[in-house]
């Protein structure tokens, strides 16, 4: 059975800061996703990777997979207030297609202060 | 382009009423899925379908059924509904082909049903 673990799963951090959000999972899969949601709002597409190494960056966010460690990040540079949301990632439970469907983490509730 | 349409967008029941939630895509895609997403939890497979006519059952599928009879089409029906599935409901769709494999899943809105 494939396993999601997200950590922290809450966050209270400084504008300004760096920190990172740990995704791991349980069995082998080559593409994993990150989402944004906001309160009461749909799922938002961050970063889908795609193969071990993959690295993405959109403004301040960055992600990364080691697949061999079944493992992501997500890096926040100089966070600012508007990047408060709940953080999600989640892994395709088959390899090379999406047939099955995603297991996601509890998430990860960011809250960044002024 | 609508992507995935759900509705309703809320909707409050008394314990043992049935409702069905329906979702619609315009992307001409596969793969369609329900998930349910409750406080601390993320998000949990209900149902899914690779195709039209094909079902599957998902992490948390008592409780709910499903038929997807049109490929655009994936409804989601509570045959006698609990406090339990006082939840956020989301659909999703993907594809196997194309460019729209690389973007991943896409998802609606949302339906936010409270049972009482």
């Known amino acids: 059975e494939l396993k999601v673990e997200q950590n922290p799963l809450f966050l209270s951090m400084q504008e300004g800061k760096n920190y990172t959000i740990y995704c791991n999972y349980s069995?082998?899969?080559?593409?994993l996703y990150w989402y944004r949601q906001d309160p009461g709002k749909s799922l938002e597409s961050l970063f889908v990777?795609?193969?071990?190494?993959a690295v993405k960056q959109e403004g301040r966010l960055m992600a990364s997979l080691d697949t061999k460690a079944r493992l992501s990040t997500l890096h926040i540079t100089a966070a600012v207030h508007d990047l408060s949301a709940t953080y999600f990632c989640?892994?395709?439970?088959?390899?090379?297609?999406?047939?099955?469907?995603?297991?996601f983490g509890k998430g990860t509730h960011l809250i960044i202060q002024p | 382009n609508a992507g995935v349409t759900q509705t309703p967008k809320f909707r409050v029941l008394k314990t043992g009423q049935s409702m069905t939630l329906l979702c619609a895509q315009d992307?001409?895609?596969?793969?369609m899925y329900w998930y349910r997403q409750d406080p601390g939890m993320g998000l949990r497979l209900i149902h899914y379908?690779?195709?039209?006519?094909?079902?599957a059952k998902g992490e948390v599928p008592d409780g709910y059924n499903v038929s997807r009879l049109k490929k655009q089409n994936f409804l989601l029906g509570l045959e006698s509904a609990a406090p339990s599935q006082t939840s956020v409901y989301f659909c999703?769709?993907?594809?196997?082909?194309?460019?729209?494999?690389?973007?991943?899943?896409?998802f609606g809105s949302g339906t936010r049903l409270t049972v009482v």
């Open positions: 992307m001409n895609h596969e793969y």
């Open positions: 990777l795609l193969s071990n190494g």
């Open positions: 379908s690779v195709g039209e006519g094909t079902t």
């Open positions: 999703a769709s993907s594809s196997r082909f194309g460019p729209s494999l690389w973007r991943g899943y896409t």
């Open positions: 989640a892994v395709d439970k088959n390899l090379g297609g999406g047939a099955d469907g995603l297991t």
């Open positions: 069995t082998t899969s080559d593409r």
